[in-house]
């Protein structure tokens, strides 16, 4: 067994690594950029190394500074999580040459499935099925057009070395190609340095269904079954789940079949997911699911399958790399009731899932989960790197049962200041389209309404906190107003303000939420969302809000455009500044025609959520 790891990663992944590293009885080594040093990750590795400042491809994506600080701290090997390095051939060759035992795929196998055309190539030539498309050479766009119009519209144009969502365009009609063709190259040229695109037949109703295999040096192969990660946004899992809703045995027997087959043709060692396309507009059918890709490294939602197998992947990883054969014959896994996994990020739906930055003063999870996070209360979330907080894994014996879980799990979630989408999470794992398993890529758009509300406070908000602000004794008189009514009970009203709202609310419900003084503010939760609160307090003339021409910066940024000078003369719907936070840029408008009367905003400034960046009146 390995003796001593270093892991080329931080946050969450990096503190699941380090438990089991640390049940097994192997000295962990924790790597980290300078704005790191004081994260969870670096204080429970036995010992850490700083590798650079914040940037990623100043530090957790530069190979010759992990090598460094596997060298100094005479780490035996070298496990990469997820992202970052993790599926970079070069890098598992370097740690390799350097000596080192990488817990990762073979080289090899992440080449050949480290591009999409590529790789199905070769799953054609091993005969697992794969989307109907075109995937050659020619990248002519008049060429690629007739591809499209003979394949059949709705088409996918895909980037050969795409992820995470980044340049895939949907196309519906042969007019709209040439432009989306054009659109999605420049998105791939600019994230991975690779214009080149595939064309696939778009499927509609799609299900994602991905099987996890694992492969050892002794040339065995199996799987753990499938997870279903249909419920996305613009490409990227939200809500994970083992087994698939809707799995007869047949199909889970030819899927399962075509993964491990798949995995065989690259000779696979260590943890793997291929990942599928399903039709399941007539539910799942063996013929009607295609091969999309393999990811070559450990998945984030490989949880929910340690949950209803009982097995540690992390720990078949470090037994697989050290050169044991796998823990577990095929015949000797078997699927336990069902789990779930919500990834909880720091944005805001109301917004438009702008991503939120900040000091966590409060942040409280459930009890009864499992909670795989990177972060821990009076933290804070930067905008350097992936803005999750953690994952939610719930497991139950039934998937109703499971999803009620999830729900609950997610509502009782308490985050302060930092936005988040736990809320969302819930009525998504509530919603009665998701507990019957109707279920597809499209479940998020297609219920958005039901998903993402408005963002104002539900009618149980104000009695939650006209409770909390209730008088307790005769020194409090200042929120209550009791008044007497003939022939029936008194009435309580209490003056509430919520997040600059005000109303005088009569106390005649429950109060489900919970109200917290949270570093000197007053901070109402309720199932996932988050509201400062107190006594209402009279207001001076005039209003301030956004219909007064206030244009406020919805997240902290950087200020990267500023189009107007103060004294300008704007049009409704004129862009005035640019915010960048997060790789994310927002456009701010202007809500009406009107004059530039204040200007705060600077070029190249960082501001804070809230700020008031631009005052636009009304032509007198």
């Excluded at 740690?95 to 990488?102: D, E, R, S």
């Excluded at 990248?139 to 070395?161: E, M, N, R, S, T």
């Excluded at 419920?231 to 809703?245: D, G, N, T």
């Excluded at 879980?405 to 930092?418: E, K």
Aim: charge should be negative.
């Amino acid at each position: 067994m390995i003796e001593s790891l270093l892991i080329a990663n931080r946050g969450e992944i990096a503190r699941r690594i380090i438990r089991t590293a640390r049940r097994l009885g192997i000295r962990t080594v924790a790597v980290h950029s300078d704005v790191d040093a004081a994260m969870p990750f670096v204080r429970e590795a036995d010992a850490a190394v700083c590798i650079g400042p914040a940037a990623a491809r100043e530090s957790y994506l530069v190979p010759e500074k992990i090598l460094a600080a596997a060298r100094e701290t005479g780490a035996q090997a070298i496990h990469p999580g997820y992202g970052f390095l993790s599926e970079n051939a070069d890098f598992a060759e370097a740690v390799q040459a350097a000596g080192l035992v990488w817990v990762g795929a073979p080289p090899a196998a992440i080449r050949a499935m480290g591009l999409k055309d590529a790789a199905k190539a070769l799953m054609i030539k091993a005969g697992v099925p794969v989307t109907p498309g075109y995937l050659g050479e020619n990248q002519d766009a008049a060429f690629l057009q007739a591809q499209a119009d003979a394949i059949g519209y709705p088409v996918l144009i895909k980037a050969v070395a795409g992820g995470g969502g980044k340049g895939m365009r949907r196309v519906d009609a042969a007019g709209a190609f040439a432009d989306a063709l054009d659109s999605c190259r420049r998105e791939a040229a600019a994230a991975f340095g690779d214009d080149r695109v595939l064309i696939e037949k778009y499927i509609l109703g799609p299900r994602h269904i991905e099987v996890q295999v694992f492969g050892d040096s002794h040339g065995n192969v199996v799987h753990l079954f499938e997870r279903d990660c249909s419920l996305q946004r613009r490409h990227q899992k939200v809500i994970e789940e083992a087994p698939a809703p809707g799995m007869d045995a047949d199909t889970r027997a030819a899927l399962c079949a075509a993964a491990v087959k798949a995995a065989q043709a690259v000779d696979y060692i260590g943890a793997g997911t291929i990942e599928f396309i399903a039709d399941a507009s007539e539910g799942l059918r063996p013929d009607r699911i295609w091969f999309m890709e393999m990811n070559t490294r450990l998945q984030v939602e490989h949880p929910i399958t340690e949950a209803v197998t009982g097995q540690d992947l992390v720990e078949w990883q470090l037994r697989v790399a050290s050169g044991e054969p796998l823990p577990r014959r095929q015949e000797e896994l078997a699927i336990g009731g069902w789990a779930m996994e919500a990834r909880l990020y720091a944005e805001n739906p109301a917004t438009g899932f702008l991503p939120s930055t900040g000091p966590l003063d409060r942040l409280r999870f459930p009890a009864g989960a499992r909670i795989d996070s990177g972060v821990e209360e009076g933290g804070e979330v930067t905008p350097h790197y992936d803005p999750m907080i953690a994952k939610l894994i719930v497991h139950a014996a039934t998937r109703p049962a499971a999803a009620t879980a999830l729900a609950s799990a997610c509502a009782a979630v308490q985050v302060w200041p930092v936005k988040t989408n736990a809320g969302f999470l819930a009525r998504a794992a509530a919603h009665p389209d998701f507990v019957a398993g109707r279920i597809d890529t499209g479940f998020i758009e297609r219920h958005a309404a039901a998903l993402i509300p408005d963002g104002a406070p539900p009618a149980a908000a104000w009695q939650t906190a006209a409770h909390a602000l209730l008088p307790t004794d005769a020194t409090a008189p200042w929120t209550a107003l009791t008044g007497f009514r003939a022939n029936a009970a008194p009435e309580c009203r209490v003056a509430v303000a919520i997040a600059g709202e005000t109303q005088l609310v009569t106390v005649d419900g429950p109060a489900p939420g919970t109200v917290v003084e949270v570093a000197g503010e007053t901070v109402l939760f309720l199932n996932g969302e988050a509201w400062r609160c107190g006594p209402a307090v009279a207001a001076g003339a005039g209003g301030d809000g956004p219909s007064d021409g206030m244009i406020l910066a919805p997240m902290p940024g950087r200020v990267v455009a500023v189009d107007i000078a103060q004294g300008d003369t704007v049009s409704r719907g004129q862009r005035l500044v640019v915010l960048e936070a997060m790789k994310m840029e927002q456009a701010l408008l202007a809500p009406f025609d009107g004059v530039v009367a204040t200007l705060k905003a600077v070029t190249g400034a960082q501001v804070s959520e809230g700020s008031l960046l631009v005052q636009v009146d009304k032509p007198a």
